[in-house]
Nanobody, 126 residues
Framework: QRQLVESGGGLVQPGGSLRLSCQASGFTVDYYAIGWFRQAPGKEREGVVCISFGNETTYYVDSVKGRFTVSRDDDQNRVYLQIDNVKPEDTAVYYC???????????????????WGQGTQVTVSS
């Protein structure tokens, strides 16, 4: 059964760090581009960053560059999002997503997410 499960969210103070995990099952993440998205309270969901088959990253939000780092652990079939120097505006539900339409989708340039995890809440507050 195909599944994505996010974890690692929680309450963190401004300037702190946390690592989110996206655990995949039923498909192999090393053959797919995997994206991270977030939805802040009262706002629309937005793309944050995407990691391709070759581990190249594409940032969709300028404000996270230098603070957010996405990585892939193929042995664990898992994708991480390391968040450093968190800011209050980072408060959101964070989702990982894959494009599981027919065929492999290796690259973030060939990526339309259609399969989502349940999300994990990140709250930045002092």
């Amino acid at each position: 059964q195909r599944q994505l499960v996010e974890s690692g969210g929680g309450l963190v103070q401004p300037g702190g760090s946390l690592r989110l995990s996206c655990q995949a099952s039923g498909f192999t993440v090393d053959y797919y581009a995997i994206g991270w998205f977030r939805q802040a309270p009262g706002k629309e969901r937005e793309g944050v960053v995407c990691i391709s088959f070759g581990n190249e990253t594409t940032y969709y939000v300028d404000s996270v560059k230098g603070r957010f780092t996405v990585s892939r652990d193929d042995d664990q079939n898992r994708v991480y999002l390391q968040i450093d120097n968190v800011k209050p505006e980072d408060t959101a539900v964070y989702y990982c997503a894959a494009d599981l339409t027919t065929g492999d989708h290796y690259y973030c340039s060939d990526y339309t997410p259609n399969f989502w995890g349940q999300g994990t809440q990140v709250t930045v507050s002092s």
